[in-house]
């Protein structure tokens, strides 16, 4: 069997824009689940709403399609109940860290046993194009029309200051160290949080003269830094590039799981 056995064919072609990164994300995390060896009918996959929230429709196991901002609430309740279920969620930006923000930091505190993979394209990409909370600044959106002016959340510094046991984050060209992340995430018990950098070419693309897909995937890669460089260059006092991020696992730690006995 390979992850192509865990879609629902009759849901496919799926309603994702052209060039959108959320396709190889969801076969990246399907890649990860089927090296775990895991059967479908002991797996579930949890989603709020947005792009990112569609991913668990396509997927051959049982699924919430949840409210908006609620799916770690909803996943946590199927920790609850079903303890010996492996729970995976998937969620954007917006979802996760603005109307689910408190969810998050609270799930992580708790460290609840699941593995959330957050589809971040800095954007809302279904709703229009509005500004999220990891829109960089001086981005154009619907919301900010003459450019993005707060602090953008950088989410894997959240998870990791509020308790999360593994924290990683790649991009959708990183595409084999993402799965090797999934998986880890997926073997390490408490909570897991993944962050995948996402191109959205039709609203933030669009409003940002980077509808070319390649562009902006090209434009990820030479702003990612490995985070073995960049702690080599903190302590050198070496600047850092304002435009870069973070990518590489950032903790990974045995905190007791709670919650879940």
Request: charge should be positive; proline fraction near 5%.
């Amino acid at each position: 069997m390979t992850f192509m056995d865990w879609y629902r064919q009759d849901r496919l072609p799926h309603i994702y824009c052209a060039g959108c990164g959320n396709g190889t994300i969801i076969n990246c995390t399907l890649g990860a689940v089927e090296e775990m060896g895991w059967k479908k009918e002991d797996t579930v996959f949890v989603s709020g709403i947005g792009c990112s929230s569609r991913a668990p429709g396509y997927i051959q196991t049982d699924s919430l399609h949840t409210t908006h901002g609620r799916a770690l609430a909803f996943a946590t309740g199927v920790k609850l109940a079903a303890p010996r279920l492996h729970v995976i969620v998937f969620t954007g930006d917006g979802d996760l860290a603005a109307i689910g923000g408190n969810h998050f930091i609270h799930a992580c505190r708790r460290n609840v046993d699941m593995t959330v993979v957050c589809m971040n394209n800095q954007i809302y990409g279904m709703t229009g194009g509005q500004g999220s909370p990891t829109t960089p600044c001086g981005a154009l959106t619907s919301t900010t029309p003459y450019g993005a002016c707060e602090p953008a959340f950088d989410l894997t510094e959240l998870a990791v200051a509020a308790g999360a046991n593994y924290v990683a984050r790649w991009t959708t060209y990183h595409v084999k160290e993402l799965t090797r992340a999934i998986r880890v995430g997926l073997e390490t018990p408490g909570f897991s949080f993944i962050e995948v950098r996402a191109q959205c070419p039709t609203n933030f693309g669009r409003k940002n003269k980077l509808r070319d897909v390649a562009a902006m995937i090209d434009q990820m890669k030479s702003q990612a830094l490995l985070k073995q460089k960049y702690d080599r260059m903190v302590a050198e006092g070496i600047p850092i590039p304002p435009d870069s991020f973070v990518v590489g696992e950032i903790v990974h730690r045995q905190r007791t799981v709670t919650g879940v006995h």
